[in-house]
């Protein structure tokens, strides 16, 4: 079993909301914790139905994805209707899901503008059985002849080399090259620090094709923790060209990290 207890937002603007099918109306697809997500919404009999798919398929294997989420109901002009769910995903048929049922009537009168709305998801994963982690891009568990010192986070130790280390951050320049004790050690530890994100921030550092929707905040807490300039640049190219994240979390990202090239994408948010 895998703890996560992270969250990301999914958002679907529903357009003509007076024509809207009995069968569901599917969203964008969104990718996090290696696996597909997607927004559907229906209207049946009295109600406006919003469907949170979790598109793992059944497959072989028994899996679940543990979950609390909020759906949110916005119109345009700024209300808002919310209702929490607790649910847990599980490989039990084609595709697993859960719904929530609003009035019809009432979501018409309050929520829609010019017919249209929008949704709002936000989903807090909290355990994961039996799906596969995204793939490691680079092994940094063996010493080589370019490696110099070992990084211990957590059980895992790391082998890397200081210089190219020290090149791409601040905070490891000073400690690896500084007046401290770490300096001449030839383990070095490191607290406070998940590995799985430490090893997306390292495969970033040596070039790789790491960055997702569902690594990009863990890989910035590490970017701000270590003074990494270069890959806080690589982060905001990611966001601005590659990212599916809605324009709520990039904006809160930028503010966050003082990204303001992404900030300046979205000037009339």
């Not at 859960?98 to 009537?105: A, H, K, Q, V």
């Not at 929707?213 to 300039?229: C, G, M, P, R, T």
């Amino acid at each position: 079993m895998t703890s996560h207890s992270k969250q990301f937002v999914l958002t679907q603007v529903v357009y003509d909301f007076s024509k809207l099918p009995t069968h569901y109306r599917g969203g964008t697809k969104r990718q996090y914790a290696n696996v597909g997500w997607q927004i559907g919404v229906a209207k049946r009999d009295q109600y406006f139905r919003v469907r949170l798919f979790c598109l793992q398929p059944k497959g072989d294997h028994p899996w679940s994805i543990s979950t609390n989420f909020i759906i949110r109901v916005l119109s345009v002009d700024g209300q808002h209707l919310t209702n929490a769910v607790e649910y847990t995903f599980a490989g039990e048929s084609t595709y697993s899901f859960c719904y929530y049922d609003f009035p019809s009537d009432t979501i018409a009168k309050n929520f829609v503008v010019e017919d249209k709305l929008i949704i709002e998801i936000t989903v807090a994963i909290g355990s994961i059985t039996g799906i596969k982690k995204p793939d490691v891009l680079r092994d940094f568990n063996v010493p080589s002849a370019f490696t110099d010192v070992a990084l211990k986070v957590g059980e895992k130790k790391f082998f890397v080399s200081k210089v190219y280390l020290a090149t791409q951050s601040e905070s490891f320049q000073s400690l690896l090259f500084g007046g401290f004790k770490e300096a001449s050690q030839a383990e070095v530890e490191l607290k406070e620090v998940d590995p799985e994100a430490f090893q997306i921030f390292l495969e970033l550092i040596h070039i790789e094709n790491t960055l997702t929707d569902s690594n990009i905040e863990d890989v910035l807490i590490l970017v701000d923790k270590f003074l990494a300039k270069n890959i806080a640049h690589l982060c905001e190219e990611f966001l601005i060209n590659k990212s599916q994240h809605c324009i709520r979390t990039k904006l809160r990202i930028a503010a966050q990290y003082n990204f303001k090239e992404l900030k300046a994408r979205f000037p009339y948010s």
